[in-house]
């Protein structure tokens, strides 16, 4: 656990998600599906069982290449940001990215630090040799970031998903550690 300080100055602890988290994770999903159209979910369709996300945030926690990290305001999540893995021996080395931010505190330079702390926890589980992450194509400042932080185009999945009565396209990005 660790204690940051925004671009607004407002203080945010940094934390490994428990399974008394899950409820909480669970409503922050919810809410922020509802707050963007670049996540693969929409407000209120992150529908998990308590007691089974409960197991799988238990299950995540004991896996060494696999982490979620929870960003929060006193005890209010502002965003949550992972790295799963596979156990497979063929494909566990790769971990897939993903980080959501609270509508409320982006641009403020959490993302940044979120996908610092990632990589860097990456480098040293001593597992973990690839990180990828997918993208709606249109999430043009997230790409820029993720580009300044080494990450390289791998793909374009057409048409991938329906938002609004469109389809978009999604990147998928990946980083050699």
Request: hydrophobic share 40%; charged share 25%.
């Amino acid at each position: 656990m660790r204690n940051i300080i925004l671009k607004n100055d407002i203080e945010v602890t940094i934390k490994e998600a428990t399974k008394k988290d899950a409820q909480s994770m669970i409503d922050f999903y919810n809410v922020v599906g509802g707050e963007t159209d670049f996540l693969s979910f929409g407000a209120n369709e992150f529908k998990r069982n308590l007691q089974e996300y409960e197991e799988y945030i238990t299950a995540t926690s004991n896996e060494p290449n696999s982490i979620m990290l929870l960003v929060l305001i006193d005890s209010e999540i502002i965003s949550i940001a992972t790295i799963n893995s596979s156990q497979k021996e063929r494909t566990r080395h790769v971990g897939t990215l993903g980080i959501v931010v609270s509508k409320k505190y982006t641009g403020l330079g959490l993302g940044k630090v979120l996908m610092n702390d990632l990589i860097e926890w990456a480098k040293q589980n001593g597992v973990t040799k690839k990180i990828s992450l997918v993208t709606n194509e249109n999430n043009t400042v997230a790409i820029e970031l993720y580009k300044k932080l080494g990450f390289e185009m791998e793909g374009l999945l057409k048409q991938d998903n329906f938002i609004n009565g469109v389809f978009n396209n999604t990147v998928i990005m990946g980083l050699l550690l």
